[in-house]
C-alpha cells in the first residue's frame, strides 16, 4: 500500500497536463503565440506585473471564440481585481486593430467557484463569446493595476481522465505557488486513499479474525 501513495503522490510531477501552458513573458508587452487551436479547450496560466499580458492566433475560416478569466481566491484580498479580457483583430492592411470583444467584470461580476479537484477555490468571470472570420486576433488579459495571477480558458469546457486532472491539479498548484502538499487536498487524492485505507483496514480485520479462529 506504501508504494501505491507513493506513486499517486509523485505522478502528478512527471505527466504533463494536456492543453496546459504556463505563460512566460521575456520582457514587457511581448507577444504569446497561441499553439493550439483557439476553438479546442486549453488553459493559459499567467501572471500581470505591471502590464497587460497579450496573446496572439491565426485563423484561416469561420471560427467560434470563447474565453474567461479567473483568479485564485487569497485570504488576504477581499474581493476580486476587475480584470478584463479585449480581443481584437489584427488589420489585412498596415499595423492597426480592430475592437471585436470585450468583457470587463467588475466586482459584482465574479461568480465563486470551488475546484475540489485542485483543492482551491476561485472567481470566475463570465464567457465571452463571438464567432470570428478567419485572420490575425489578439487577446489582452489586464487589470486596473496589472497585479495577480490568473487563468485564461479558451474552448469548451473538456472532461479529462483521471491523470491528466490529477497532472492538471498539480500544474496549477505549483503555479499558484502551493506546498506540494497541497495535492492532499484534491479530490482525486483523498478518494482514491480513503479508499485504499478502508481496503487495508478490511483486509487486516478479515486476517485478524482469521487467527481468532484458528487459535479458537
Known amino acids: 500500500m506504501k508504494s501505491i501513495v507513493i506513486t499517486i503522490l509523485l505522478f502528478p510531477a512527471v505527466v504533463l497536463a494536456a492543453n496546459i501552458y504556463v505563460t512566460e513573458i521575456s520582457s514587457p508587452y511581448s507577444i ?21 499580458v497579450m496573446y496572439e492566433f491565426l485563423l484561416g475560416e469561420q471560427t467560434n471564440f470563447r474565453a474567461r478569466v479567473s483568479q485564485p481566491i487569497s485570504s488576504s484580498v477581499d474581493s476580486p481585481s476587475t480584470m478584463s479580457i479585449l480581443l481584437v483583430r489584427k488589420d489585412d492592411q498596415g499595423g492597426g486593430v480592430t475592437e471585436v470583444a470585450r468583457l470587463t467584470s467588475g466586482i459584482d461580476g465574479w461568480s465563486i467557484i470551488e475546484d475540489s479537484s485542485v483543492g482551491a477555490s476561485f472567481w470566475q ?88 479462529s484458528n487459535v479458537n
Open 125 to 212: 468571470s463570465e464567457y465571452v463569446e463571438t464567432s470570428l472570420e478567419s485572420g490575425a486576433y489578439r487577446v489582452e488579459v489586464s487589470a486596473p493595476d496589472n497585479q495577480g495571477k490568473y487563468l485564461l480558458n479558451f474552448g469548451p469546457n473538456e472532461d479529462y481522465g483521471y491523470f491528466t486532472s490529477l497532472s492538471r491539479a498539480w500544474t496549477i498548484q505549483q503555479f499558484l505557488g502551493y506546498s506540494p502538499l497541497k495535492i492532499l487536498t484534491s479530490n482525486l487524492i483523498y478518494y482514491p486513499l480513503g479508499i485504499l485505507f478502508v481496503a487495508f483496514l478490511l483486509n487486516r480485520t478479515w486476517k485478524y479474525r482469521k487467527i481468532i
Open 32 to 52: 504569446v503565440p497561441i499553439v493550439d487551436e483557439i476553438d479546442e479547450p486549453q488553459l493559459h496560466l499567467g501572471t500581470l506585473e505591471n502590464f497587460p
